[in-house]
């Protein structure tokens, strides 16, 4: 069993900066890639950024060059810092890992809310 619990979110003004952690336990090793995504309101689940095995990232274009993916695997932690926020970052986001070996099994977090003011 993998569970996955995030933190870092809330209340900030346009332009500045969040840091997300995701704590994940159970079987999980470095070769697993995990991702951040969010969802806004009326809107589907959307990839933020993913982090495979050697560390090789992947951002949303609507991110790239504010957002930054990282993860410590000696603790089973995966980091998004956010930098530069606009409002229309704001959303619920979630961390997830793919333990899956012959097809995907994934896994998800409850979710931290990140609001950003005008």
């Known amino acids: 069993q993998v569970q996955l619990v995030e933190s870092g979110g809330g209340l900030v003004q346009a332009g500045g900066s969040l840091r997300l952690s995701c704590a994940a336990s159970?079987?999980?090793?470095?070769?697993?890639?995990m991702g951040w995504y969010r969802q806004a309101p009326g809107n589907q689940r959307e990839l933020v950024a993913r982090i495979n095995s050697g560390d090789r990232t992947i951002y949303a274009d609507s991110v790239k060059g504010r957002f930054t993916i990282s993860r410590d695997n000696a603790k089973n932690m995966v980091y998004l810092q956010m930098n530069s926020l606009k409002p229309e970052d704001t959303a619920v986001y979630y961390c997830?890992?793919?333990?899956?070996?012959?097809?995907?099994?994934?896994?998800w977090g409850q979710g931290t809310q990140v609001t950003v003011s005008s």
């Open positions: 997830n890992v793919d333990v899956g070996v012959v097809r995907p099994l994934i896994y």
């Open positions: 159970g079987k999980i090793s470095s070769i697993n890639p």
